[in-house]
């Protein structure tokens, strides 16, 4: 999979939606947010990742971040500033060097270009919903991915990381499996009292969620509702994991 393609197609795509959105549009998806206020927040995301790799250290607020003069500067030109930014410094650095990153497992620019794809994909499905384009099936390489990702890095790290956020949620648990099944993979998420453990393969599931790559995608991440997917078991528990997955994703 190329993934700075993928990022450069998502990017490309995002800021053609935006040039058709009305003054003021609101982004259904994310309902404080208009589709400059998306634009804005990809952009800032850019930026924050440079100076990620840049400066070999995280941000910290407010002393270096944001940066000054950003909340004057017009949305859709602080998008394409930290896209040009961002792109710059994935050509200047291998995957492999180091970065840091919210995710202690992995501490490299790899791990950055990876997030970046999926930050991009997730919010130009945002601009499509809030203006009413038609929206293009995200690849199924990229789809998979993204559902590995928010389900590995997200909700099981997270629920270790920030136990806080997630431990009323989780406190009656009892570690029976909803599978998630889509292309040729499957997960198997069992949420417990003291972590959410995710692993794929074979196993029993008290419930299935199964359909295809992108609508999936969409499930996971709450851009997408069941109507293309198939849900069998215990309906409690896919409620239950729906919720978890809007607490790993705020």
């Known amino acids: 999979m190329d993934l700075l393609s993928a990022l450069e197609s998502d990017y490309e795509r995002l800021l053609e939606v935006s040039g058709l959105a009305p003054a003021g549009a609101q982004v259904p998806t994310c309902p404080d947010w208009s589709v400059a206020d998306l634009d804005r927040h990809v952009g800032m995301v850019y930026l924050h990742k440079v100076a990620c790799m840049r400066d070999g250290a995280m941000p910290q607020e407010p002393q270096d971040w944001p940066p ?11 998008l394409r500033r930290g896209y040009a930014e961002l ?11 180091s970065a840091p990153t919210w995710f202690a497992p992995d501490q490299t620019v790899g791990f950055w270009i990876r997030r970046m794809v999926h930050e991009t994909v997730i ?30 890095c997200f ?5 270790t990381a920030w136990h806080q956020y997630f431990a009323a949620a989780l406190a009656g648990a009892d570690g029976g499996s909803v599978a998630i099944e889509s292309g040729s993979r499957r997960w198997l998420v069992a949420p417990t009292p003291t972590e959410v453990l995710v692993t794929e393969g074979d196993g029993p599931a008290a419930a299935t969620v199964a359909g295809a790559p992108d609508a999936m995608l969409r499930w996971v991440w709450r851009r997408g509702d069941d109507a293309e997917l198939a849900v ?3 309906a409690g528990r896919v409620a239950g994991l729906r919720d978890l997955l809007g607490m790993a994703t705020g």
């Open 232 to 234: 069998t078991g215990a």
């Open 87 to 97: 792109t710059a410094q994935f050509a200047a650095k291998a995957p492999a060097e």
């Open 68 to 78: 000054p003069g950003v909340a004057d500067e017009d949305p859709i030109a602080l």
């Open 123 to 152: 919010h130009r499905i945002d601009g499509e919903l809030a203006t009413g384009v038609g929206s293009l099936t995200v690849p199924d390489e990229v789809a998979l991915d993204g559902i590995d990702e928010l389900l590995r």
């Open 155 to 159: 909700l099981a790290y997270g629920s």
